[in-house]
């Protein structure tokens, strides 16, 4: 069964993430700020990563350039969930080591894209997508109210 670890201060999200991650089949556990999530990716070893950027202690970015940093995490799929959704963002939340990118508020068809996309790749069961198409159709739905 495929570990996700969720790390999100806030509650709510986590919740959510949570219920939505356990309906498609997922085991998931979780974190409240970047060092408890840097500690509970050593003690449960998940198979994925869904990272908030802003967090208290250490936010995403630091969080996913440690783990870029450690030869043994540096292959972790890690996946943006976040509220930063300006112009712009996505490209260099991407450049900065993260694997995938969801704007707040989660679009559960989106997450579910997302994980399948970020799982096979990691899997190397199959060719892995283009991100920009990907995310751009993901957009395309959101946008005509269709990826709910």
Do not use: W
């Amino acid at each position: 069964m495929t570990k996700v670890l969720i790390a999100e201060d806030n509650a709510v999200n986590r919740e959510l993430l949570r219920e939505l991650l356990e309906a498609r089949g997922y085991t998931v556990v979780e974190a409240c700020d970047g060092e408890e999530a840097l500690h509970m990716i050593e003690q449960t070893q998940p198979d994925i990563l869904l990272l908030d950027i802003g967090m208290p202690v250490l936010d995403g970015f630091a969080v996913v350039r440690t783990l870029r940093e450690n030869p043994r995490l540096a292959t972790l799929p890690v996946l943006a969930v976040t509220a930063y959704a300006m112009q712009g963002d996505r490209g260099r939340i991407l450049n900065l080591g993260f694997d995938g990118y969801l704007s707040k508020p989660i679009n559960a068809v989106a997450l579910g894209e997302e994980m399948e996309r970020l799982l096979k790749k990691r899997d190397g069961r199959g060719a892995p997508s283009d991100q920009s198409h990907d995310s751009q159709a993901s957009g395309k739905r959101r946008a005509a109210g269709t990826g709910k």
